[in-house]
């Protein structure tokens, strides 16, 4: 009888790594690249508007430049995209709805993959963004529980694994050494200071993280 709880505990463990590992390396071509289960969609920054602001008092690199980022999904060779966004929220949708849509024709995106060593982390990362999935947008950028913007849910989803960090927000534009007037503005309307030094991510912080690899670009 040991024996053979002994040995189906073994094929049990077996059957859950193998259903893991099989999960997490679903692929299927899009557009131009090979895109895998759990993959990390950048999209580009752009000069102006919020778009600007983010990567003004964010970017680190001059060739990470980026204001939005979302989870990929593999499912029965369609890719599917989770992310908070806008005036969705936090939502699962066929990146299509991203790439070919009107704004989409006018901005870049690129797509990260995490190290092997990290891979293991995807199946309870998809596990996890689909419990956060209806809960709206958070405009002030101030963590809480109740609504996510785009690098917090992703951050959210790998917290299990210890992939991304929180770190203190600077609103602060390294051209003029002051607080950008973008954010001034913006949190003057919301009737918030800018919260400098609060805890939080954004995705040219995440892109740089080291357990993050470029794969390229989708050309459209």
């Known amino acids: 009888m040991r ?3 002994r040995h189906f505990f073994l094929l049990l463990c077996f059957t859950i790594f193998w259903i893991s590992t099989c999960y997490s390396q679903q692929s299927t071509t899009y557009l131009n690249l090979t ?3 759990g993959d990390l969609i950048f999209v580009g920054a752009k000069e102006e508007q919020l778009s600007g602001a983010i990567n003004r008092v964010t970017q680190r ?3 990470i430049s980026f204001d939005h980022v979302g989870i990929l999904e593999v499912s029965n060779a369609k890719v599917y995209i989770l992310h908070a966004i806008g005036k969705k929220g936090s939502v699962r949708e066929p990146l299509d709805s991203l790439i070919l849509s009107k ?3 006018e901005q870049r995106f690129a797509v990260y993959r995490l190290a092997d060593a990290d891979q293991s982390a995807i199946p309870d990362a998809i596990i996890q963004s689909k419990t956060l999935l209806g809960k709206p947008y958070n405009w002030s950028y101030v ?3 109740s609504s996510l913007y785009c690098s917090d849910f992703v951050e959210r989803a790998f917290r299990h694994a210890g992939i991304f960090q929180l770190e203190p927000m600077t609103f602060i534009n390294p051209s003029t050494k002051k607080t950008d007037t973008f954010w001034v503005d913006f949190y003057q309307k919301l009737d918030m200071k800018v ?3 609060q805890l939080g991510c954004n995705p040219n912080g995440l892109a740089a993280n080291e357990h993050l690899k470029r ?3 989708l050309e459209n």
Request: charged share 15%; net charge negative.
């Open 61 to 63: 690199h001059s060739d």
């Open 103 to 105: 704004a989409g024709q």
């Open 195 to 197: 919260p400098e030094g």
């Open 143 to 145: 963590l809480n529980d």
């Open 3 to 5: 024996n053979i709880c």
């Open 215 to 217: 794969i390229g670009y």
């Open 35 to 37: 895109v895998q289960n």
